[in-house]
Nanobody, 123 residues
Framework: QVQLVESGGGSVQAGGSLRLSCVASGRTFSTNAMAWFRQAPGKEREFVTAITWSWGITRYAESVKGRFTISRDNVKKMVYLQMNSLKPEDTAVYYC????????????????WGQGTQVTVSS
């Protein structure tokens, strides 16, 4: 299986920025796409953004479009999430996920998950 570990979470004031990182290890050859999901207390897991390993094709949730940027380093097997103009509603645990599908926004399509990293945005 694929192991994913997120890092870079923390606390920031509204309008600030954070950069999350996710490193993949193990059997990553069948992983065609990586994504970030988030989950706030008492809420459903929410799709944030995804990227394909080979082509770098991306998609974003409307709520983060223009503020968040996903990128990847194929050599280091890392995925990043640059978050700018953060809002209090961005507060959540952010999860890195891997899928055999090229690009998907459905959590059920992702078979590999990281442990999550907390992002807290204060007003």
């Amino acid at each position: 299986q694929v192991q994913l570990v997120e890092s870079g979470g923390g606390s920031v004031q509204a309008g600030g920025s954070l950069r999350l990182s996710c490193v993949a290890s193990g059997r990553t050859f069948s992983t065609n796409a990586m994504a970030w999901f988030r989950q706030a207390p008492g809420k459903e897991r929410e799709f944030v953004t995804a990227i394909t390993w080979s082509w770098g094709i991306t998609r974003y949730a409307e709520s983060v479009k223009g503020r968040f940027t996903i990128s990847r380093d194929n050599v280091k097997k890392m995925v990043y999430l640059q978050m700018n103009s953060l809002k209090p509603e961005d507060t959540a645990v952010y999860y890195c996920a891997g899928s055999q599908k090229w690009v998907s926004s459905f959590a059920a399509d992702f078979g590999s998950w990281g442990q999550g990293t907390q992002v807290t945005v204060s007003s």
